[in-house]
């Protein structure tokens, strides 16, 4: 099993460009989320979805969209890039049977 | 509003010392406390979790203690080796049988382990 697969692994994008983040996990489970992560601030949850179809805001969804393609892929958008969302971007998936969150390796994103 | 908030930033601790980092919260419905590690480049793993009705649980060298009145938990790591310096979150979840099981991270503690 590869776990949580995410691409491309950097990104430097130019001010108002546009990008999508590719998350695929196959451990078959129903939850997956989108994180970003920055300099002592932790992990900030961006988007989630608790199951094909269906997808929430966290605490930071502003700039953002996602899309619940089926069960194994989630994708982040950025529509209009912008420097303040610079940041290393993670996803996770969790099974149903505990709480456990497993994270994929990453994407670098650079936004100039 | 922080939902956890952890403490110290960062630590630096000698070969075979023990390492203590320290989280507090607030929501009483929180009922799940997962600990991360997180090696430069990587992404986060679990390290060990803990649920309210145990006061302590270890595993290996790694033990968390819940104090559930006052609201903290904490990770201490015993013995300590370099292999260990790594960024530590702690987080807290309120969705017991939920499938949405969001977590709430501190802000991270960056542990450096010198020979």
């Known amino acids: 099993n590869a776990g949580v697969t995410q691409t491309p692994k950097f990104q430097v994008l130019k001010t108002g460009q546009s990008m999508t983040l590719q998350c695929a996990q196959d451990?078959?489970?129903?939850?997956m989320y989108w994180y970003r992560q920055d300099p002592g601030m932790g992990l900030r949850l961006i988007y989630y979805?608790?199951?094909?179809?269906?997808?929430d805001k966290g605490e930071v969804p502003n700039g953002y969209n996602v899309s619940r393609l089926n069960k194994r892929e989630f994708s982040l958008r950025l529509e209009s890039a912008a420097p303040s969302q610079t940041s290393v971007y993670f996803c996770?998936?969790?099974?149903?049977?505990?709480?456990?969150?497993?994270f994929g390796p990453g994407t670098r994103l650079t936004v100039l | 509003q922080q939902q956890v908030k952890q403490s110290p930033q960062s630590l630096i601790v000698q070969k075979g010392g023990i390492s203590i980092i320290n989280c507090a919260y607030e929501?009483?419905?929180?009922?799940?406390f997962p600990w991360y590690q997180q090696f430069p480049g990587k992404g986060p793993a679990l390290l060990i979790a803990?649920?309210?009705?145990?006061s302590e649980k270890k595993e290996g060298r790694f033990t968390i203690s819940f104090n559930k009145s006052a609201k903290q938990f904490s990770l201490h790591i015993m013995d300590s080796q370099p292999g260990d310096s790594a960024t530590y979150f702690c987080?807290?979840?309120?969705?017991?049988?939920?499938?949405?099981?969001?977590?709430?991270f501190g802000r991270g503690t960056q542990l450096t382990v010198w020979p």
């Open positions: 996770a998936s969790k099974t149903m049977i505990n709480n456990e969150q497993f």
């Open positions: 451990m078959n489970h129903n939850s």
């Open positions: 979805s608790a199951s094909e179809g269906t997808t």
């Open positions: 929501n009483t419905a929180f009922d799940y």
């Open positions: 803990i649920r309210p009705d145990v």
């Open positions: 987080a807290a979840s309120g969705d017991r049988g939920s499938t949405l099981g969001r977590l709430y």
